[in-house]
Antibody
Framework: QVQLVQSGAEVKKPGASVKVSCKAS????????IHWVRQAPGQALEWMGW????????NYAQKFQGQVTMTRDTSISTAYMEVNRLRSDDTAVYYC???????????????WGQGTLVTVSS | DVVMTQSPLSLPVTLGQPASISCRSS???????????LSWFQQRPGQPPRRLIY???NRDSGVPDRFSGSGSGTDFTLKISRVEAEDVGVYYC?????????FGQGTKVEIK
């Protein structure tokens, strides 16, 4: 069965960095994009960007350009998202979700990770 | 960016009664392949989002048939024919046609 399993909760100080992982299983990792979505406490979902695990290419929402880096390790079917220069308003649950977008067929966000809470506090 | 506007933001419903959530987009959502990438997600407390509906009206596997999606252009609707206790949560629409992809503000469904 398809699973996306994320790393555990983190507590960071302002200005620090955090790297969240998303390990895929139950499907061919390089056949699906991995997208990241965050949710601040009590707030709506916010799309952050995507990673192409096949090529390593990525694209970020303008708001996160320069602050976020998405990478992968295909040998262990794991995607990573690093957020730099953390601020208190980056406190949120960060989710990974997969997307199929090849050959004219698209299937968006059918499976999600369980979420990783990142708390930024001095 | 495409703005997704949901209404109402809070929806108290009596068990067994119908519920309807509206989602309006600031632009049309037809993609270059002719499909409309409008999805609906359910988020129960403490859980990740779960997709219920994709491309406007297609129900995901395992989703009860009391959930249905409809709409076109910029106006979309999620309906629950008879609300059950397990339907409590926040519902989001999302467009995956225009970059960046955007979500609605969420509609909180609760039992009266």
């Amino acid at each position: 069965q398809v699973q996306l399993v994320q790393s555990g909760a983190e507590v960071k100080k302002p200005g620090a960095s955090v790297k969240v992982s998303c390990k895929a299983s139950g499907y061919t990792f390089t056949n699906y994009y991995i997208h990241w979505v965050r949710q601040a406490p009590g707030q709506a979902l916010e799309w952050m960007g995507w990673l192409n695990p096949h090529s390593g290419g990525s694209n970020y929402a303008q708001k996160f350009q320069g602050q976020v880096t998405m990478t992968r390790d295909t040998s262990i079917s794991t995607a990573y998202m690093e957020v730099n220069r953390l601020r208190s308003d980056d406190t949120a649950v960060y989710y990974c979700a997969r997307v199929y977008d090849y050959g004219g067929k698209r299937d968006l966000f059918d499976y999600w990770g369980q979420g990783t809470l990142v708390t930024v506090s001095s | 960016d495409v703005v997704m506007t949901q209404s109402p933001l809070s929806l108290p419903v009596t068990l067994g009664q119908p519920a309807s959530i509206s989602c309006r987009s600031s632009q049309g959502l037809v993609y270059s392949d002719g499909n409309t990438y409008l999805s609906w997600f359910q988020q129960r407390p403490g859980q990740p989002p779960r997709r219920l509906i994709y491309t406007v009206s297609n129900r995901d596997s395992g989703v009860p048939d009391r959930f249905s999606g409809s709409g076109s252009g910029t106006d979309f609707t999620l309906k629950i024919s008879r609300v059950e206790a397990e339907d409590v949560g926040v519902y989001y629409c999302m467009q995956g046609t225009h970059w960046p992809w955007t979500f609605g503000q969420g509609t909180k469904v609760e039992i009266k």
